[in-house]
């Protein structure tokens, strides 16, 4: 990926966000971490860059890892994550939707019941269908969404020491804009991107995230994930 792609990650400061940008960040990407405190931002764009020259200090002169608060991180950006609490998206989205402009938003939520003081393996009802298609109707229609990574461990990519096994599912109507965004989950190692199909798919990939919880829970593990088999593709 050229160096000036620039990948904004709003709500970088989460578990999720976070991994993500170490991830980016080990792979040489230019990340700009996004909190709707920009004091937080830096901060954990500092704790990353910390992290990331520790664990390559070969590496250090590669890493570009930035942080704003969210809509400046948005700006000019090539990819937008949004890696955010479902109770927290819609008002996240109304701050940065006139930087989204050219980006290819990238929506990860996930609608647990936790978020809202439920139980992390029971899924909100959304009136769109998804937190996906919500995203998608908070945003300018000229604004490609792909949904993905609701169900890879953001333990597992907080911990650089390990590969993360899973497979991404893909979820999105714009055909070009997920072919563009599949080299992006291929830049960390471990991470294949499965095309699911259109953006209404995301309701049920969305949905498996409660399930890996619940199996994490019942066999006391933190970073179970999904393999598709008997695909033509290689990880």
Same mark, same amino acid.
């Given at each position: ?7 904004? +990650? ?15 960040? =080990? ?15 830096? @901060?954990? #764009?500092?704790? &990353? ?7 390559? /200090?070969?590496?250090?002169? @590669? +890493?570009?890892?930035?942080?704003? #608060?969210? !809509?400046?991180?948005? *700006?000019?950006?090539?990819?937008? %994550? =949004? &890696? ?25 939520? %996930?609608?647990? *019941? ?5 139980? !992390? ?10 937190? *996906? #298609? ?17 169900? %890879?461990?953001? @333990? ?5 020491? %390990?590969? /993360? ?24 190692? $471990?991470?294949? /991107?499965?095309?699911?199909? $259109?953006?209404?798919?995301?309701? +049920?990939? @969305? ?24 695909? !033509? +593709?290689? /990880?």
């Amino acid at each position: 990926m050229s160096e000036e792609k620039k990948i904004a +990650i709003i709500g970088g400061t989460g578990d999720l966000g976070f991994g993500l940008a170490l991830r980016w960040g =080990l792979a040489g990407a230019r990340v700009c971490i996004g909190s709707r405190e920009e004091g937080k931002a830096r @901060e954990a #764009a500092q704790r &990353a860059r910390k992290a990331l020259q520790a664990h390559a /200090p070969a590496k250090s002169g @590669e +890493i570009s890892v930035s942080g704003l #608060a969210n !809509p400046d991180a948005v *700006a000019g950006a090539s990819f937008a %994550v =949004l &890696a955010v609490p479902i109770s927290a998206q819609a008002a996240i989205l109304k701050t940065v939707r006139d930087a989204l402009r050219g980006t290819i938003l990238v929506d990860a939520t %996930v609608p647990l *019941a936790a978020a809202l003081g439920g139980k !992390p393996t029971q899924m909100l009802g959304l009136w769109q269908g998804s937190a *996906a #298609a919500q995203a998608r109707s908070l945003v300018p229609a000229d604004v490609p969404v792909v949904s993905a990574f609701h169900n %890879v461990s953001a @333990e597992a990519l907080q911990d650089l020491s %390990v590969t /993360p096994e899973c497979d991404i599912f893909v979820c999105g109507d714009d055909a070009a804009a997920k072919e563009t965004f599949f080299p992006l989950v291929k830049m960390i190692p $471990g991470l294949r /991107p499965i095309d699911a199909g $259109g953006l209404e798919m995301s309701r +049920i990939v @969305e949905s498996v995230t409660a399930l890996l919880i619940s199996i994490n829970r019942r066999y006391r593990v933190h970073a179970s994930g999904i393999r598709v088999t008997g695909l !033509p +593709i290689a /990880p």
